[in-house]
């Protein structure tokens, strides 16, 4: 009795939502590259549904549509193989907020494309504990643990453990040791997808100590295998930062968020900068006959690509491109524009306003935030400011902007930085 009132609440949710769904259309850039896929699926994750149809369902519906564009527009293959979210589906675990989750898939989801999906302790389990794991599977009619092959690629999903009080289970732990094997015993070299809520920890940006968002419990038997590309979220960090790909034992792939961005910056976490909030990032993935695998990041608000890598030989650990120190040595400092100038002037609340032209990326990559420093005629710093870029956004800034109650005489100098910390020329002027 329970399953049909589910599914007819679900139906009628998927139906309202679809009556919106063509205002959530999105055009994809042209793809001009010669990469011929056998595979492609979509990924993204902490959509935080709140209420039926709210700002996150229309972002999973642009998502959805995204992919559907970028798919018809490839001549030799123009299908959308699968659908993923890891998890953080909802804000609080309700009824309702399952359903408006699953309905706003429902209602962009193509009968081609499977939907996978992984529920996570954090957010996904709030009102109903370990009942929403059962919730989800009756409402999706698919396990909440799961591993299917798609095209010949294997994709195993973790959602949190079914057990009381337990994160993720012993039980879990032999489960996916089993399915890793099976993958690798169909083929060793083709890559195994693999997805739970949390960033690995010592991986991505966001999963280390001081960012908080890590999680080791996978990570011995991750690293049995190198053919594992692991997409996590949890921590809402930009998946267009460099640091959001990793390469070591295996392969971790950062979500960025659907809901809200967030960031360390200088050792502090849980930053949330000016449009924190305009964000909906997913993956397109691809793979070719090779098995190699592309990467490309998207802003599905407005459709733009914002970032691309094309891993190669991924079963082989000796031949990764994205270490850690590889993406290091391969950055650069972000540069001004050699005429590019400060300009001061003050403001009717006796503090001064300091304007510039952005700064530019030099290695491809984004400008991660700008330094201010302000020293008086004495020599001493008189107000020290950082301001991040928000490159998660479809638009570059043109300008930047600090507000300054350094007084007149002072020396301002603004430096740009990348993700490494790695600094431009500064530009400097003096106040009058």
């Known amino acids: 009795m329970l399953q049909k009132i589910l599914a007819v609440l679900l139906s009628l949710t998927t139906f309202a939502l ?6 959530n259309k999105v055009t994809a850039p042209a793809d001009d590259s010669d990469f011929v896929p056998v595979l492609r699926f979509v990924i993204a994750s902490d959509t935080h549904i709140k209420t039926v149809g709210d700002k996150r369902a229309k972002r999973i519906q642009k998502i959805l549509s995204l992919a559907y564009s970028d798919a018809e527009q490839d001549k030799a293959y123009d299908k959308l193989d699968a659908a993923v979210f890891a998890g953080d589906l909802t804000n609080k675990g309700t009824l309702a907020q399952f359903l408006g989750f699953k309905g706003a898939v429902n209602s962009v989801l193509q009968p081609q494309t499977q939907h996978l999906a992984v529920v996570a302790k954090s957010h996904d389990g709030n009102t109903l504990g370990k009942k929403s794991l059962r919730l989800y599977e009756q409402l999706s009619g698919q396990s909440t643990d799961f591993h299917t092959v798609i095209n010949g690629f294997h994709f195993i999903g973790l959602s949190a453990s079914k057990t009381e009080n337990e994160h993720y289970s012993e039980y879990q ?4 040791r089993e399915q890793l094997d099976a993958a690798v015993l169909d083929d060793p070299q083709k890559p195994i997808f693999v997805t739970h809520h949390e960033h690995v920890s010592d991986t991505v940006y966001g999963s ?10 996978f990570k011995d038997i991750f690293s049995e295998y190198p053919q594992i590309i692991h997409f996590s979220g ?6 267009n930062d460099p640091r959001s790909i990793w390469q070591g034992a295996f392969t971790a792939v950062g979500t960025g968020a659907v809901y809200y961005a967030e960031l360390t910056v200088d050792g502090e976490n849980c930053v949330h900068p000016a449009y924190s909030d305009v964000i909906a990032q997913c993956w397109i993935v691809e793979v070719d006959a090779q098995n190699a695998v592309r990467l490309r990041g998207f802003d599905a608000i407005s459709g733009k690509l914002l970032c691309e890598y094309t891993l190669h030989n991924v079963a082989d650990k000796t031949a990764r491109e994205y270490t850690s120190a590889q993406q290091q040595a391969a950055a650069s400092a972000p540069a001004f524009d050699k005429a ?3 300009t001061v002037s003050k403001n009717k609340k ?9 700064a530019k990326a ?5 400008v991660f935030l700008y330094r201010m420093t302000a020293v008086d005629g004495a020599g001493k710093t008189v107000d020290e400011q950082t301001l991040v870029n928000d490159y998660w956004l479809a638009d570059d800034y043109e300008k930047i902007a600090f507000t300054s109650s350094a007084p007149s005489g002072s020396t301002i100098t ?19």
């Open 208 to 217: 280390f100590d001081e960012d908080g968002w890590g999680i080791g419990y």
């Open 350 to 358: 006796g503090t001064v306003n300091i304007e510039l032209p952005a």
């Open 234 to 239: 949890h921590s809402h960090y930009p998946l």
């Open 18 to 23: 679809s009556l919106s769904a063509s205002r």
């Open 362 to 366: 030099t290695d491809g990559t984004i």
């Open 173 to 176: 732990r032999t489960w996916l």
């Open 414 to 432: 603004v430096t740009a930085e990348n993700a490494y910390g790695m600094q431009s020329e500064p530009v400097q002027v003096q106040i009058p």
């Open 340 to 342: 590019a100038a400060i």
